[in-house]
């Protein structure tokens, strides 16, 4: 992407609108090409390389109007709103959003250096696929380019004969959209099973996988405790419940915390480690903190392979470098090339 990074700021407040919009143009790497009202419809001369869409997640009124706006564009876009909550986090980045953050204290904002952050941050989600949305289009920042249409998911192995192979995921702050990414270039394949932890609020878990099913191609379920590894099955941790494999079936458990996370992708990946070997091929995604981590270097202690988001294209590359620090990176790729990566080296895995 060619600099300066082009900003749009769509907000139901026009102070909101107008003062980040004076902020960010302080940068001279960055050009504000819109700054205005949400309920209009924007238009500009050079389309945007990101926008910031700032509303009241609480208010249905707000979202309405901003997932409306959100469908127009066709470019990655970081939602602001007063209160952000995991749950909120979760429901806006399903709907599209690339990554959800608390409206910042406008003083500091406009305080020397103030707005460096949210200039790393507008990078690092301008560097990230914009996800399919509803919508007229009405500018496009970049080319997009057709899906055809994906087969029918495969038959899965039956529960007696779990299948050989087990891929695992691990993400959370923009995660939805990055493992929405990954597993539409990761078709379902009766050879192996695949399992995620994505930090999410309790009682949200069955409309993610709910999601996943619709978004991927992928059979997408909540996992249930002694459920049996099915090929080309995909299951996703409850929320506030560890989950882990146990002897070729998935186990929950309600223990600590660890690194502050429950579900705990250090649990899942360690579990996945101890169960499947050199069998296993570990995912950790963009995220905040240092959850996944260890678990990443056990997975590569055991024989097995992980492949890590890169910092370029990571919402938030902490759980990423977590990876990384602990020697738990096989290889470090940006989202784009992922799922294509665990595809082959899955497949490469099953004939050997």
């Known amino acids: ?94 709907d599209g959003f690339t990554a959800v953050r608390r409206r910042p204290d406008l003083q500091h904002l406009t305080s020397a250096g103030g707005i460096d952050p949210l200039i790393k941050l507008l990078r690092a989600v301008a560097a990230s696929p914009a996800p399919a949305r509803t919508g007229a289009a009405t500018l496009q920042a970049r080319p997009q380019v057709s899906t055809p249409p994906r087969p029918p998911a495969p038959p899965f192995a039956p529960p007696g004969n779990p299948p050989p192979l087990l891929c695992v995921i691990g993400a959370s702050t923009g995660g939805p959209q990055a493992v929405r990414r990954v597993l539409q270039d990761l078709p379902p394949d009766p050879r192996w099973a695949v399992a995620i932890v994505q930090h999410i609020g309790a009682g949200f878990a069955e409309g993610f996988a709910r999601w996943i099913s619709e978004a991927t191609g992928h059979v997408a379920h909540v996992a249930h405790d002694g459920e049996p590894l099915a090929g080309g099955v995909t299951v996703v941790a409850p929320g506030d419940m560890h989950l882990l494999v146990r002897r070729r079936r998935y186990a929950l458990d309600d223990g600590p915390k660890r690194v502050f996370q429950r579900p705990s992708a250090d649990t899942l990946f360690e579990s996945a480690a101890e169960a499947y070997g050199a069998a296993t091929v570990g995912i950790l995604l963009t995220g905040m903190g240092r959850d996944g981590g260890e678990g990443a270097r056990r997975i590569v202690d055991a024989g097995g392979i992980t492949l890590v988001q890169n910092e370029e294209t990571s919402v938030v590359y902490g759980m990423p470098k977590a990876a990384v620090d602990a020697g738990g990176a096989s290889e470090v790729l940006p989202l784009d090339a992922i799922g294509e990566r665990a595809n082959a080296l899955l497949n490469r895995l099953a004939v050997s």
Not at 31 to 58: K, L, M, N, Q, T
Not at 73 to 94: W, Y
Request: hydrophobic letters at 50%.
């Open 1 to 94: 992407m060619s600099l300066p990074l082009r900003v749009a700021i769509l907000s139901v407040s026009s102070v909101f609108s107008r003062l980040v919009g004076k902020a960010l143009d302080t940068d001279p790497d960055v050009s504000v090409v819109y700054a205005g009202a949400i309920g209009v419809s924007p238009e500009w001369d050079r389309p945007p390389h990101v926008a910031i869409v700032d509303f009241d997640a609480e208010r249905a009124a707000d979202v309405s109007i901003a997932l409306t706006r959100l469908g127009e564009l066709r470019v990655p876009a970081l939602a602001m709103a007063p209160s952000v909550t995991p749950a909120i986090t979760v429901r806006l980045e399903r």
